[in-house]
């Protein structure tokens, strides 16, 4: 029997996690009110100059000290302060918010950092973060809206890339948008009470034509826009979205799903969705967690049905977020069918199901000219008390076959597929974890499927594929390779 040959996708770029799990914010970046806060920056290089130039448009009370020796008069930008000649004291470190620092000395840029760390202030010491209390983001400065990017100081020139990809996508006009709002904030807030209600205003005005006339520029106009949105301004009715958040990667979500997720209020998730689709979420957005595993209902369906209805009654935007695609073995459809006896409003945005993303990501051609001119999604898991399915039908030959939840039944899905005709020599493989950085492939033959699968030790979900298609497993062709050589 040929010997089942397993294969870990990984590189030396991005090495595969022991225990796959959400990664920790290294930074934060928090919002600095730059009204009469004292900024001082010394240096007179090109890096204390790129500092100085982050302050002058602003309203921060602005000091600037060369003890190196100020730069000439022509690199010098014109509404900079005049360059103090001298080495900053303790008085005139009191008070500052932010210090930026560019000198050689290590010794001098230690005893100043001291100094301003003693009168209260953050500390930035240009190109040396393990010597700063903080680093500078990359900026994209909109005037009422700024961004920032960083990457903890390990990546700068990354960090800007990332800034120019941003920038490229933002209308110049941001600003007058973020101003009228601004202006009209406490009127909305008066007018409209109700928490939610004034989150769906501020939706409508942001993504309609209110915010397109105000970045163009025409400010009556988009102002006149934003009353006629207030005057009609009420609670909405809930809703739900069912949406497939596909085999793990969150960049397979679909561009709906992504924008419904951004959307959502409240996501009622299974266990198939990891922490990587969530993160792409609204962060404020209530998370309900009601996973199921083999064997294992934490929450029954019929509850999830009555929680979903619920939230949506509450006049909550409810997205229930389904691994994979919620009409294949997803239980969508009777989900779906709750809503609408319930008479709750309800879409459905599908998601790019296992069977094809792990195929793709083990490099198996579900269906193939030479090899299958016919694919079947099929699950190992009857309905308790529901007929078996249609072996003979499914052993043909030139047929790739993709079961789902058969890990449990691998054994007796394979002896039934050989008493029904299909070859024990058919090539099968195992993806787990397909398409997240810590997939696994296992190949091997119809025969020793069941082995194959308990000698795997499967912690996380798991497809089964059958047929002559499986041979072109990134897996396979690698023993065949070695066999080769």
Aim: hydrophobic share 45%; net charge neutral; proline share 7%.
């Amino acid at each position: 029997m040929q010997k089942p040959k397993v294969r870990v996708l990984t590189s030396s770029l991005f090495p595969l996690p022991a225990t796959p799990k959400a990664r920790p914010m290294r930074v934060f970046l928090a919002a600095i009110p730059l009204e009469a806060a004292k900024i001082v920056i010394i240096g007179g290089g090109e890096p204390a100059l790129a500092k100085l130039r982050l302050f002058l448009n602003t309203p921060a009370e602005l000091l600037w000290f060369t003890p190196d020796g100020a730069p000439p008069r022509m690199e010098t930008p014109l509404t900079a302060p005049t360059p103090l000649l001298r080495t900053p004291d303790a008085g005139d470190l009191a008070g500052a918010r932010l210090v930026f620092m560019a000198l050689d000395d290590a010794d001098e840029l230690a005893r100043l950092g001291a100094l301003a760390r003693a009168s209260g202030a953050q500390v930035n010491v240009v190109d040396k973060p393990h010597l700063s209390d903080f680093q500078t983001p990359a900026l994209i400065d909109r005037d009422e809206v700024v961004i920032g990017v960083v990457t903890g100081g390990s990546a700068p020139i990354l960090a800007r890339d990332v800034r120019s990809r941003i920038e490229g996508v933002l209308p110049a006009g941001l600003a007058n948008v973020a101003r009228l709002a601004r202006e009209l904030r406490d009127t909305v807030k008066a007018t409209v009470p109700d928490f939610m209600a004034r989150r769906r205003f501020w939706e409508k005005a942001f993504r309609g034509p209110a915010a397109d006339l105000a970045a163009a520029g025409r400010t009556a106009e988009a102002r006149r826009e934003m009353l006629r949105l207030l005057n009609s301004a009420a609670p909405e009715q809930g809703v739900v979205h069912i949406v497939g958040a596909g085999p793990g990667d969150p960049e397979l979500l679909t561009l709906k799903a992504l924008r419904v997720l951004q959307d959502a209020d409240v996501i009622i998730h299974d266990r198939l969705v990891p922490d990587a689709v969530l993160e792409r979420a609204r962060r404020d957005a209530k998370r309900l967690y009601v996973g199921k595993a083999r064997g294992e209902h934490s929450v029954p369906q019929d509850q999830i049905e009555a929680l979903m209805i619920e939230e949506a009654r509450a006049g909550h935007r409810v997205v229930r977020l389904k691994g994979g695609d919620p009409f294949v073995f997803g239980r969508g459809g009777e989900e779906l069918e709750a809503m609408r006896a319930a008479g709750v409003a309800v879409f459905v945005v599908p998601g790019v199901t296992a069977a094809l993303a792990c195929a793709a990501s083990a490099g198996i051609p579900l269906t193939h000219r030479d090899h299958a001119q016919a694919v079947t999604f099929v699950t190992a898991q009857a309905k308790p008390g529901g007929g078996d399915a249609d072996w003979a039908r499914l052993a043909a030959p030139n047929h790739t076959l993709a079961i789902y939840m058969g890990v449990d039944r691998a054994e007796e899905t394979a002896a039934k597929l050989i008493a029904a005709g299909r070859l024990g020599s058919t090539p099968v493989a195992v993806v787990e974890n397909g398409s997240r950085p810590d997939e696994r492939v296992l190949t091997g033959r119809l025969d020793g499927l069941g082995a194959l699968v308990r000698g795997a030790d499967l912690n996380g979900p798991a497809l089964l594929f059958v047929g002559e298609t499986a041979a072109f497993s990134a897996a396979q062709l690698d023993e065949r390779a070695e066999v080769a050589a």
